[in-house]
């Protein structure tokens, strides 16, 4: 007994096994495990700071190529004063 997903291009397809009452209450008891589990609570925890984390990263190379243009154009435009 049990229900299984399939999903393309088109959408998804459901499936199940035995009767389709039994399987509505397996799925019931499934999600309502998985929605109050730990492991959910510890998954988001995970993702926030790995997201962060990320941004923080990307954030610091938006910061050094700004600067890497800026002293560029400064140097050239210091190097053009002297000749």
């Known amino acids: 007994m ?4 399939k ?4 959408g998804v ?3 199940f096994t035995g009767e389709l ?9 499934e999600l ?8 959910r609570v ?7 700071k790995a997201k962060k984390a990320r941004d923080t990263y990307e954030k610091r190379i938006e910061d ?3 600067f890497i243009r ?9 190097e053009g004063k002297s000749e």
Do not use: H, I, P, T
Not at 7 to 10: A, E, G, I, T
Not at 21 to 29: F, S, T
Not at 32 to 39: I, L, P, R
Not at 70 to 78: C, F, I, R, S, V
């Open 13 to 15: 397809v459901f499936s």
């Open 2 to 5: 049990g229900m299984r997903v």
């Open 42 to 48: 510890f998954l988001q925890w995970q993702f926030e």
């Open 70 to 78: 800026l002293a560029e154009k400064e140097l050239a435009g210091k």
């Open 21 to 29: 009452q039994d399987a509505l209450e397996a799925a019931r008891k």
């Open 7 to 10: 999903r393309n291009k088109n």
């Open 64 to 66: 050094l190529q700004g």
């Open 32 to 39: 309502d495990k998985k929605v109050q589990s730990q492991e």
